[in-house]
């Protein structure tokens, strides 16, 4: 897929945007409307999966559905056949120009009409998915992108029809800094879980932090459950109804929170500004869900062989920040310039002017897939792979980590590991390539937990983690945690989770036994 390629004899792959946990992005190009559009496809084993295939599928008509201004806008939907006669499945997307608010926060909190600014218009999105029955179960930082039109949420892969049976898979999709009490307990699909994570990222954005401390998964999920969050801490000019809306989103209790469009409505006129509802007049989609429930389908193109082909010829000058809306949402390392959202007046030229700069890509981009495979007697089995998402090959790589807790490290393959202190070394055999993964595992041990690594670095350069395996419950379990002086950072909550429903019930089991009885939030 490296060459260049149309599409059913429409969409052109110009150049690769980056890659995610199980996908490519590219921009491309399409031939019969003459726009530039972003495709996602499916990567490596995952194109055969069909758990996998069935993801990105539904992805493209849950979002199909929708016709709204801050969600992307999905164009087609479609299968490739590889030379090897790999059917691979693709949606065609909206190209979204910007950067990801988990890339903005990294450096620091937006000032709070910004804050106010983004978490309205991720608010009226959300209502116009629940309006047509969808929740998204998945609002995070790295789902929201911010643009010069303002925001797109991005991402529907693991949405769910509103009013779902009971939760009772093995595994609770979804990123653990994010996800609702209910989700953790099992409970139907609601619109309040999305507001719930709504919450949590007009906190984040407000204070640079989420309402508790907690820097493993487990203790994340612990939270969730068991902790009331902390009120919000003066924010000067913000206000009173903004922060009484965070806290009643944040209730445990998914009937004490607000709807998105009561919570769109109040931090739109906190601001001064309209964002667009379903129930507005002037809004032309039908925001009654259908009767039954159903997922419209989104109609499928007819499998073909794709003949290698020139690409059109790329722009003189473009920002190196071109995010598609996706699973994956390519974060740039200079971030592109959100004239929409700004406290001052007099950036606006400045702003038109940085349009114009061409933003310069780091000399290294990585991800990091971190899979716990086998946790159980103190011991742990790790499949993690290295992907070289930049355009530049990585000679001599080598990707460092430290673990958080007593961990030891026993074994590994497809590298050579090495453990000094609490950091952790891998040291490849070869160059990685772009766009190349590195398979790996290990295997290690532990006296009294077993967190999950959050800090990866490939040749001293920071990668993006995606954590797909359920961090490990403490064999020797503590007491109920007691309430913390101040909240930490909580995680960036960047990666997806992969909860599993026996390390859920044995933390239920551990707090009801502390406790003598049911917990907040417990079933």
């Not at 069935?54 to 806008?73: C, M």
């Not at 030229?349 to 086998?374: D, G, I, N």
Request: aromatic share 4%; glycine share 10%.
């Amino acid at each position: 897929m490296d060459d260049v390629r149309l599409l059913t004899n429409r969409y052109r792959l110009v150049d690769r945007l980056g890659a995610g946990g199980m996908s490519v992005v590219w921009r491309a190009y399409d031939e019969v409307l003459g726009r530039h559009v972003a495709v996602k496809m499916l990567s490596g084993t995952y194109a055969t999966d069909e758990a996998s295939r069935d993801l990105i599928r539904y992805e493209a008509q849950s979002a199909g559905r929708l016709s709204h201004p801050h969600v992307t806008n999905v164009y087609d939907y479609g299968e490739m056949a590889d030379p090897d006669g790999t059917r691979i499945p693709y949606v065609v997307m909206e190209l979204v120009e910007g950067a990801t608010l988990d890339a903005r926060l990294s450096r620091g909190p937006l000032p709070w009409r910004v804050a106010v600014r983004v978490a309205a218009e991720v608010a009226a999105a959300l209502s116009a998915a629940h309006a047509r029955g969808l929740v998204h179960r998945d609002i995070k930082p790295a789902n929201v992108m911010l643009t010069s039109a303002g925001v797109k949420v991005v991402d529907f892969g693991i949405a769910a029809l509103a009013g779902s049976g009971a939760d009772n898979a093995p595994t609770v999709l979804g990123t653990p800094a994010y996800l609702a009490p209910e989700r953790l307990n099992g409970k139907a699909v609601t619109p309040a879980s999305d507001v719930y994570a709504l919450g949590l990222l007009l906190f984040r954005m407000l204070t640079g932090r989420l309402p508790w401390r907690a820097e493993t998964a487990t203790q994340m999920i612990e939270a969730h459950c068991y902790t009331e969050p902390q009120p919000l801490p003066p924010v000067a000019g913000l206000p009173a109804e903004v922060a009484t809306l965070c806290a009643h989103s944040l209730a445990k209790n998914p009937e004490d929170r607000p709807t998105a469009e009561v919570a769109a409505r109040t931090l739109a006129a906190a601001i001064g500004i309209r964002v667009p509802l379903p129930a507005d007049d002037e809004l032309s989609w039908d925001s009654t869900p259908s009767a039954d429930g159903a997922t419209e389908v989104v109609p499928v193109r007819a499998v073909a062989e794709l003949p290698t082909a020139r690409g059109p010829r790329r722009p003189r000058s473009r920002v190196a920040a071109l995010a598609a809306g996706a699973a994956v949402a390519v974060t740039a390392a200079g971030l592109a310039t959100w004239s929409a959202f700004t406290d001052n007046p007099q950036s606006t030229a400045q702003a038109a002017s940085l349009r114009q700069q061409t933003v310069a890509a780091p000399s290294v981009s990585c991800e990091v897939r971190y899979q716990t495979r086998k946790d159980e007697g103190g011991a742990f089995a790790v499949d993690l792979s290295v992907v070289n998402s930049g355009a530049n090959a990585v000679d001599n790589w080598a990707l460092r980590f430290d673990f958080p807790a007593d961990q030891r490290l026993t074994g590994g393959t497809g590298a050579d590991w090495s453990q000094s202190a609490q950091t952790v070394t891998a040291r490849g055999t070869g160059p990685l390539a772009p766009g190349a993964t590195a398979a790996t595992s290990l295997t290690g041990g532990y006296q009294a937990s077993n967190p999950i690594p959050t800090d990866f670095r490939l040749n001293d350069a920071p990668c993006r983690a995606v954590v797909t395996g359920a961090t490990a419950v403490p064999v020797n379990l503590p007491a109920p945690p007691a309430p913390a002086p101040a909240a930490g950072t909580g995680g960036s909550g960047a990666g997806n989770g992969v909860v599993s429903r026996q390390d859920l019930q044995r933390l239920r089991d551990k707090h009801l036994k502390n406790k003598g009885g049911k917990g907040k939030g417990g079933d």
